[in-house]
Each structure stands twice: as C-alpha cells, then as structure tokens.
C-alpha cells in the first residue's frame, strides 16, 4: 500500500512539476511579448522626437532656399544674403547631424 501511494505521490509531483514549468515557460514568453511591445512603443515616440527636432531646422532651410530662389527671380539678389542664407542653411544642417549623432550615441550606449 505504502508502494503505490509513494508512486501515485511521485506521478502528481512530476505532474505537478510539468504544469509549473510550462506556467512559467507561458509566462516568460508573455513578459518578453510585453517587453518587446513596450520597446517599439519607446521606439515610436523617439521617433516622432527626432522628427520634431527636425522640422524646424529643416523649414529654416527650406525657407532660406526659397527665399533665395525668388530673390534671384526679382533680380535683386545680392552677395551679401547669400552669403547670410547660406551660413543659415549650413548651421542648421549642422544642427541635424549633431542631433543625428546624439541619437546614435543614445543607441550605442543604451546597447
């Protein structure tokens, strides 16, 4: 008797044993699922900060170049807001490469 309540005690342990090993197999798949989903959530919003932190430099260029184009139109372009447009266009694309270098380094460093 003492024989088979100790096998039929073994059997429900390694039953036992089984279900907790996939409960927390099924767990920690489900908190990788949660972690990877929180990840590209992150990701999202750096990425519409990034795209911000452009915008604005980028409209600068945009209406620097413009502004030159149709003073060129008008004939009255001069030397002197060429030269003004074009420092204004190389300092703000110098302001997006370095913010494009703080992301890249935030990325190194977040690996």
């Known amino acids: 008797m003492s024989f088979y309540v100790s096998n039929l005690l073994a059997k429900k342990f390694i039953s036992y044993k089984e279900e907790v090993a996939l409960q927390t197999k099924q767990k920690l798949e489900s908190e990788k699922m949660v972690y990877e989903q929180n ?7 750096m990425i519409g900060n990034i795209a911000h932190q452009w915008r604005q430099p980028l409209s600068v260029i945009a209406s620097a170049s413009t502004g030159v184009l149709f003073k060129k139109e008008l004939g009255t372009l001069n030397d002197e807001y060429v030269t003004t447009e074009m420092e204004t266009i190389n300092s703000q694309a110098q302001y997006i490469s370095r913010t494009i270098d703080d992301f890249r380094d935030f990325i190194k460093g977040d690996r």
């Open 39 to 45: 990840k590209l959530a992150m990701m999202g919003e």
